[in-house]
T-cell receptor, first 114, second 109 residues
Framework: ETGVTQSPTHLIKTRGQQVTLRCSSQ?????VSWYQQALGQGPQFIFQ???????GRGNFPPRFSGLQFPNYSSELNVNALELDDSALYLC?????????????FGSGTRLTVV | QKEVEQNSGPLSVPEGAIASLNCTYS??????FFWYRQYSGKSPELIMF????GDKEDGRFTAQLNKASQYVSLLIRDSQPSDSATYLC?????????FGAGTRLFVKA
C-alpha cells in the first residue's frame, strides 16, 4: 500500500510568480485536502476535493486553487505569490468524505517565496 | 474565538507519568474528533479518533470527548521520551477538518 506522495519537496519562488504543487493520494482514497502549515502553527485548511469537485474551502483567497484528477491525484496552484505564502504545504487523503475518517498526510512541500 | 483551541505548551512530564492534553472547539455541529502526532520536521500522523461522548482507549492512549462542554482530551499513560512531539487536535464538521495549533510535549528521561 503506497502512502501519500508530494512533489517537489522544496521550492523557491519569487514574489508574484505562480506555483503548482502535486500530490498522489493513498490507494483507495477518494478525498484529498490541502493544508498550509507555518512554522510553529497548526495546519490551516485550504480546501477539500471529493471525486474531482471542491466541496469545502477554508479562509484562503481565490488565488489558491486546486484540481483533483480521475485517478485521485491532485494539484494545488497558487498565483501571484506573496512572501506570507512561505510555508509547508501538506496534502492529506482519506477513504471517504465522511466525518469518521482520519487523514493520511504526505511529507509536504516546503515553499519559500523571496 | 479560534475554532479549535489548544494550550501551546510546552508540557513537560517525567518518563512514566501520565500526559494530559486538552482541546476545545467552537462548532457544536462538529462530528468527529482526532488526535495527530507531529514530530519535528515531519508531517502529522493519526493516533486516535473519537466521535461518541466518553472514553476510547488504544494501548497507552485514551481519548475523551464531552460534546456538551465542547471538550476533547488525550491521555498518554506511561509516557516515553519517544512520545515527545507536538500533538494536534482536529475537528471535523461538514466538509472540513480544522486543526488546533498543537501542544508541544516533552517527556524527560
Amino acid at each position: 500500500e503506497t502512502g501519500v506522495t508530494q512533489s517537489p519537496t522544496h521550492l523557491i519562488k519569487t514574489r508574484g510568480q505562480q506555483v503548482t504543487l502535486r500530490c498522489s493520494s493513498q490507494s483507495g482514497h477518494n478525498t484529498v485536502s490541502w493544508y498550509q502549515q507555518a512554522l510553529g502553527q497548526g495546519p490551516q485548511f485550504i480546501f477539500q476535493y471529493y471525486r474531482e469537485e471542491e466541496n469545502g474551502r477554508g479562509n484562503f483567497p481565490p488565488r489558491f486553487s486546486g484540481l483533483q484528477f480521475p485517478n485521485y491525484s491532485s494539484e494545488l496552484n497558487v498565483n501571484a505569490l506573496e512572501l506570507d505564502d512561505s510555508a509547508l504545504y501538506l496534502c492529506a487523503s482519506r477513504p471517504s468524505t465522511g466525518a469518521g475518517y482520519g487523514y493520511t498526510f504526505g511529507s509536504g512541500t516546503r515553499l519559500t517565496v523571496v | 474565538q479560534k475554532e479549535v483551541e489548544q494550550n501551546s505548551g510546552p508540557l513537560s512530564v517525567p518518563e512514566g507519568a501520565i500526559a494530559s492534553l486538552n482541546c476545545t472547539y467552537s462548532d457544536r455541529g462538529s462530528q468527529s474528533f482526532f488526535w495527530y502526532r507531529q514530530y519535528s520536521g515531519k508531517s502529522p500522523e493519526l493516533i486516535m479518533f473519537i466521535y461518541s461522548n466518553g472514553d476510547k482507549e488504544d494501548g497507552r492512549f485514551t481519548a475523551q470527548l464531552n460534546k456538551a462542554s465542547q471538550y476533547v482530551s488525550l491521555l498518554i499513560r506511561d509516557s516515553q521520551p519517544s512520545d515527545s512531539a507536538t500533538y494536534l487536535c482536529a475537528v471535523t464538521g461538514g466538509f472540513k477538518t480544522i486543526f488546533g495549533a498543537g501542544t508541544r510535549l516533552f517527556v524527560k528521561a
